[in-house]
């Protein structure tokens, strides 16, 4: 496991770790409403597709609470429960789902939520309870995921020393362990040391700021590179692999992934080094044809004319910050996933054939 915890589901309420302060302050952020936890997310307090799929599961267990305390079921007509109950439960799953549109992960975690029938349940309070222990299990699932994408990743790639990794697919963006940096725990694990590049990842800084910060807290050897370093790199230095995460993969294998991937990944073929992505089931989207069909989050500019309270542009200037971009499948030398190692869409649909999205 890694050795902090992204999220904690504490006496109902859940405990962030603030991302947007490490590695300089390790701070929690407590959500006590499904409000906080939209908040959050925006934010980017939790971050990662898996890991904002939890948080959300969590804030749809917060939203449903609130809406149980605020109305005397007891009292009413089943059918006026019943449309009360529908209503509210769509706001909250709307409220959660719109926080942010790239990681298919948010979608999928609150489909889960949304498939418990409150109908099949005695009581309200009966209800709440199973929303609640089923958001627990979801965390739990996923970290089990990661382990087991750790095992198959370290089978494939148990000869690597040396990778590259782009943004930050590790515990803090996950319910615990990480995908491609699980990958790499691993491998150390299994095989020894390995040694891994981080690109910093601008503008947000995932690279520098987050997976900088849990390698060295895991005594994993990690050296920092700006991103217009890795062209340099993959030409001066041996790298054997280059290994990065998630947000969705389509129906025909393209994989979208933090702004930059595409870039790093074309570099890598032109370099003749393989291109890993490590990701669980739960980011592949079948439903969605090409990477071209999704919808890429654009961030506010302000992302890019500085960090913190440092600008360093003129005003005015026109600014593009799209947060996510798109890896075609040619690119992509195979998908590690807890349901093994994937090439190409026709395996991708062949192992996803009995799979509930
Ligand atoms: O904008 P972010 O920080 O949420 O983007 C995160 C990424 O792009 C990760 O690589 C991806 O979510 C995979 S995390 C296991």
């Given at each position: 496991?890694?050795?902090?915890?992204?999220?904690?589901?504490?006496?109902?309420?859940?405990?962030?770790?603030?991302?947007?302060?490490?590695?300089?302050?390790?701070?929690?952020?407590?959500?006590?409403?499904?409000?906080?936890?939209?908040?959050?997310?925006?934010k980017m307090v939790v971050r990662g597709a898996p890991a904002i799929g939890c948080?959300?599961?969590?804030?749809?267990?917060?939203?449903?609470?609130?809406?149980?305390?605020?109305?005397?079921?007891?009292?009413?007509?089943?059918?006026?429960?019943?449309?009360?109950?529908?209503?509210?439960?769509?706001?909250?799953?709307?409220?959660?789902?719109?926080?942010?549109?790239?990681?298919?992960?948010?979608?999928?975690?609150?489909?889960?939520?949304?498939?418990?029938?409150?109908?099949?349940?005695?009581?309200?309070?009966?209800?709440?309870?199973?929303?609640?222990?089923?958001?627990?299990?979801?965390?739990?699932?996923?970290?089990?995921?990661?382990l087991k994408i750790g095992e198959i990743g370290a089978d494939l790639l148990g000869?690597?020393?040396?990778?590259?990794?782009?943004?930050?697919?590790?515990?803090?963006?996950?319910?615990?362990?990480?995908?491609?940096?699980?990958?790499?725990?691993?491998?150390?694990?299994r095989f020894g040391d390995i040694s891994v590049f981080a690109t910093e990842t601008?503008?947000?800084?995932?690279?520098?700021?987050?997976?900088?910060?849990?390698?060295?807290?895991?005594?994993?050897?990690?050296?920092?590179?700006?991103?217009?370093?890795?062209?340099?790199?993959?030409?001066?230095?041996?790298?054997?692999?280059?290994?990065?995460?998630?947000?969705?993969?389509?129906?025909?294998?393209?994989?979208?992934?933090?702004?930059?991937?595409?870039?790093?990944?074309?570099?890598?073929?032109?370099?003749?080094?393989?291109?890993?992505?490590?990701?669980?089931?739960?980011?592949?989207?079948?439903?969605?044809?090409?990477?071209?069909?999704?919808?890429?989050?654009?961030?506010?500019?302000?992302?890019?004319?500085?960090?913190?309270?440092?600008?360093?542009?003129?005003?005015?200037?026109?600014?593009?910050?799209?947060?996510?971009?798109?890896?075609?499948?040619?690119?992509?030398?195979?998908?590690?996933?807890?349901?093994?190692?994937?090439?190409?869409?026709?395996?991708?649909?062949?192992?996803?054939?009995?799979?509930?999205?």
């Amino acid at each position: 496991m890694s050795s902090f915890r992204t999220m904690e589901w504490t006496n109902g309420n859940l405990h962030l770790l603030d991302q947007t302060k490490l590695p300089c302050i390790e701070e929690i952020v407590i959500c006590k409403t499904m409000d906080d936890v939209c908040e959050s997310i925006k934010k980017m307090v939790v971050r990662g597709a898996p890991a904002i799929g939890c948080a959300a599961a969590f804030g749809y267990v917060l939203g449903v609470r609130s809406l149980v305390e605020n109305f005397n079921f007891e009292n009413m007509s089943p059918d006026s429960c019943s449309s009360l109950v529908s209503k509210g439960r769509e706001k909250i799953y709307q409220s959660l789902l719109k926080t942010r549109p790239t990681a298919v992960n948010l979608e999928w975690a609150l489909k889960q939520m949304q498939r418990l029938d409150y109908k099949e349940h005695e009581s309200m309070g009966s209800y709440v309870n199973a929303i609640e222990s089923k958001a627990i299990y979801l965390l739990q699932e996923d970290i089990n995921t990661n382990l087991k994408i750790g095992e198959i990743g370290a089978d494939l790639l148990g000869q690597c020393r040396s990778v590259l990794t782009h943004c930050n697919a590790g515990g803090l963006a996950t319910g615990g362990y990480g995908t491609a940096l699980g990958v790499i725990r691993s491998i150390k694990s299994r095989f020894g040391d390995i040694s891994v590049f981080a690109t910093e990842t601008r503008p947000l800084l995932q690279g520098a700021r987050l997976t900088a910060w849990e390698l060295t807290k895991d005594d994993i050897q990690v050296t920092l590179i700006t991103d217009s370093m890795c062209g340099a790199l993959m030409q001066t230095r041996e790298i054997d692999a280059v290994i990065v995460g998630a947000d969705r993969i389509t129906a025909n294998g393209d994989v979208i992934n933090k702004i930059g991937t595409y870039t790093v990944s074309v570099l890598a073929k032109e370099n003749s080094i393989p291109f890993y992505v490590a990701a669980p089931w739960s980011t592949v989207d079948l439903g969605t044809h090409s990477g071209g069909d999704v919808e890429i989050e654009q961030r506010n500019v302000n992302e890019v004319r500085g960090f913190g309270d440092s600008v360093w542009v003129q005003e005015n200037l026109s600014i593009f910050n799209p947060a996510f971009d798109v890896t075609p499948v040619e690119y992509v030398s195979a998908i590690i996933t807890e349901r093994g190692v994937i090439r190409g869409s026709v395996d991708l649909q062949e192992k996803g054939l009995d799979y509930e999205f």
